[in-house]
């Protein structure tokens, strides 16, 4: 195809131009994410956080599939290991391994969740604005869910710094979620 190595170089040459136009554009590429009031948010794409936010969208069917079977949100240690085992053998095409306590959490691959009443009575766009100082340091790439143990819940997922990953506004993303008081069959 190419008779010369001028012709040759000058060919990859362009391909190499077009190979990192082509990595940049996608680097820069922006993930859209509705969260529970229908609002879009976007957050660049990169590093493992489009995942982390496919994982805070599962998280979050789990814990209303939860609430609708069981009328309440997780409250304990079984109820929090129902959800994790549900979270990670999806991630992990079936693959099972048992959840773990550290601190506060209830560990299961990347996923942390816990009690805490307070999260019936928070300003959710409050938390958006300026995340409670507990938010950072979280293990990157991870996604740390809040239950009240009745009918609210709060997913948020922790960027590489461990800190929220935030939107185009640089508001965290929170995943806010109060149920009906009947769950629905």
Avoid at 63 to 69: H, L, S, V
Avoid at 88 to 93: F, N, P, Q, R
Avoid at 115 to 135: C, G, H, Q, T, Y
Wanted: glycine share 8%; net charge neutral; aromatic share 8%.
């Amino acid at each position: 195809m190419f008779t010369n190595s001028k012709m040759l170089l000058g060919a990859l040459a362009l391909a190499l131009t077009w190979t990192c136009t082509s990595t940049i554009s996608i680097s820069t590429s922006i993930s859209t994410f509705t969260n529970t009031n229908g609002a879009l948010a976007q957050t660049p794409q990169g590093f493992g956080q489009g995942q982390v936010l496919d994982n805070m969208k599962a998280a979050s069917t789990a814990m209303k599939a939860f609430y609708k079977e069981h009328g309440n949100m997780p409250a304990s240690q079984a109820d929090f290991d129902i959800i994790l085992q549900g979270l990670y053998s999806d991630e992990l095409s079936g693959s099972r391994t048992q959840a773990v306590t550290n601190g506060a959490y209830r560990v299961l691959g990347d996923y942390r969740i816990t009690l805490d009443p307070s999260v019936a009575n928070i300003d959710p766009e409050m938390w958006r604005k300026n995340p409670p100082e507990r938010f950072n340091g979280m293990p990157g790439n991870s996604v740390i869910i809040l239950s009240d143990g009745i009918k609210t819940f709060a997913i948020w997922g922790a960027a590489l710094s461990g800190n929220p990953i935030l939107d185009a506004n640089n508001r965290a993303l929170i995943i806010y979620k109060r149920m009906p008081d009947e769950p629905t069959n």
